[in-house]
């Protein structure tokens, strides 16, 4: 599962830096992860020039990517994360365990974050499109979502993201903002069905702080 080599291509082709990375997944084996890389931008919306209308630029979109996994199942996509997360620099990993949201009682908020993690925003301006989205199997993946539960991860990465430009000290990092594979950290085991949240720590600040 090469989720930090699909990483590296979009930003290689892309050229904007990244603020965020989020990937979502249904607690079955054999399905698929929906990427979901998250840039810092603006663009224009269209090239028609206007001497006395001044047109607003608008933030770039996402770009949604499914990365299929024949035969491997959640505890081989968080190893996956982990080494990109690691190699691109990230202070930490964050995993969220969420409960279906078509049950009875479940409030809306929860189907609404459910949506997102898919890449999904109802809520949105409708002319935003949010993010371009490249996962033919994205409306399956939330059906099956709204019913199981759902996976969700995070990380903020250094290298090629916006967070190279701030100065809070990380002793893991190399010249580029990146560390050297393999990852240290191990997934944390999932416990199925169970509503949580896990961090997965991976800089540290060696020297004495005062």
């Not at 365990?97 to 890449?119: D, I, T, Y």
């Not at 893991?172 to 990852?183: K, M």
Request: net charge negative; proline share 9%; with cysteine.
């Amino acid at each position: 599962m090469n989720v930090f080599e699909t990483i590296a291509a979009q930003a290689a082709a892309m050229k904007l830096p990244i603020y965020a990375v989020t990937a979502a997944t249904v607690p079955r084996r054999d399905a698929p992860i929906l990427l979901i890389i998250h840039w810092h931008g603006f663009a224009r919306e269209t090239p028609l020039r206007l001497d006395d209308l001044p047109l607003p630029p608008r933030s770039v979109a996402g770009s949604a990517l499914q990365i299929d996994a024949p035969g491997e199942g959640i505890e081989s996509a968080e190893q996956a994360l982990l080494d990109a997360a690691w190699q691109l620099g990230a202070w930490d990993l964050e995993r969220v365990v969420k409960r279906p949201w078509w049950r009875l009682g479940a409030p809306a908020s929860e189907a609404l974050a459910g949506h997102r993690a898919f890449g999904d925003y109802p809520d949105a301006d409708s002319a935003d499109p949010g993010v371009v989205m490249e996962a033919p199997d994205r409306d399956e993946l939330m059906r099956a979502a709204a019913h199981r539960g759902y996976v969700r991860w995070l990380f903020r990465p250094r290298k090629s993201g916006l967070w190279q430009w701030v100065e809070d000290e990380d002793s893991t990092l190399d010249g580029t903002g990146g560390r050297e594979p393999p990852c240290p950290v191990l997934p944390y085991p999932l416990e199925a069905g169970r509503a949580g949240r896990a961090v997965y720590r991976l800089g540290r600040v060696d020297r004495l702080i005062i």
